[in-house]
C-alpha cells in the first residue's frame, strides 16, 4: 500500500475520533510541513503511522489547551515532535511568541515528555538526517 493510501486511513481515523476545536486543528494544522515530515522522514524510517498523534491536544501550564504538531505515545514513552518554519518560528516572531514558546518546551519535559524539533528545511532538504536521528532515539 501506497504512503498516501496509509496517510488517507490514518487521518481519517483521526478525524472521526476529534470533534470541537481538537476536530478544526486537525485540518487547519496538519498542512504541508506535517505531512511532508511523515512522507520523507516518519514513514521511510519506521514504515507506519500507528502510535503516532497528529494535532496533539495537551493541557497547557496556564489551564489551557495547547497542540503538538505530533505526539508518539508507545510503550510508555510520551514523544513530542514539533516541525518549525523558519518564518513562523524564528522570523516573524515576537519577543512574547519566542518567550511563550521557550517556557511552553520547557513545560512539556517538566510534565514528562521527551521533546524532538525539525526545521523544515532539514526535513525537505535533508531527510536521511531527520530519519536517523528518529531512530537513534527509539533505539
Given at each position: 500500500?501506497?504512503?498516501?493510501?496509509?496517510?488517507?486511513?490514518?487521518?481519517?481515523?483521526?478525524?472521526?475520533?476529534?470533534?470541537?476545536?481538537?476536530?478544526?486543528?486537525?485540518?487547519?494544522?496538519?498542512?504541508?510541513?506535517?505531512?511532508?515530515?511523515?512522507?520523507?522522514?516518519?514513514?521511510?524510517?519506521?514504515?507506519?503511522?500507528?502510535?503516532?498523534?497528529?494535532?496533539?491536544?495537551?493541557?497547557?501550564?496556564?489551564?489551557?489547551i495547547r497542540f503538538l504538531d505530533f505526539a508518539y505515545?508507545?510503550?510508555?514513552?510520551?514523544?513530542?515532535?514539533?516541525?518549525?518554519?523558519?518564518?513562523?518560528?524564528?522570523?516573524?516572531?515576537?519577543?512574547?511568541?519566542?518567550?511563550?514558546?521557550?517556557?511552553?518546551?520547557?513545560?512539556?519535559?517538566?510534565?514528562?515528555?521527551?521533546?524532538?524539533?525539525?526545521?523544515?528545511?532539514?526535513?525537505?532538504?535533508?531527510?536521511?538526517?531527520?530519519?536517523?536521528?528518529?531512530?537513534?532515539?527509539?533505539?
Open positions: 500500500m501506497s504512503f498516501h493510501a496509509i496517510h488517507e486511513r490514518w487521518l481519517g481515523v483521526h478525524l472521526t475520533e476529534r470533534e470541537g476545536e481538537s476536530k478544526r486543528r486537525l485540518l487547519q494544522g496538519h498542512g504541508h510541513a506535517e505531512k511532508l515530515f511523515l512522507e520523507a522522514v516518519w514513514f521511510p524510517a519506521f514504515f507506519e503511522l500507528e502510535g503516532l498523534a497528529p494535532e496533539y491536544e495537551i493541557a497547557d501550564f496556564r489551564d489551557g505515545i508507545k510503550n510508555g514513552l510520551r514523544l513530542a515532535i514539533e516541525i518549525d518554519g523558519y518564518r513562523s518560528h524564528a522570523a516573524e516572531t515576537s519577543r512574547w511568541q519566542f518567550s511563550d514558546s521557550l517556557m511552553r518546551q520547557n513545560h512539556l519535559i517538566l510534565d514528562g515528555w521527551k521533546l524532538l524539533r525539525f526545521s523544515y528545511d532539514d526535513i525537505k532538504e535533508k531527510p536521511r538526517m531527520c530519519q536517523q536521528l528518529l531512530q537513534q532515539f527509539m533505539g
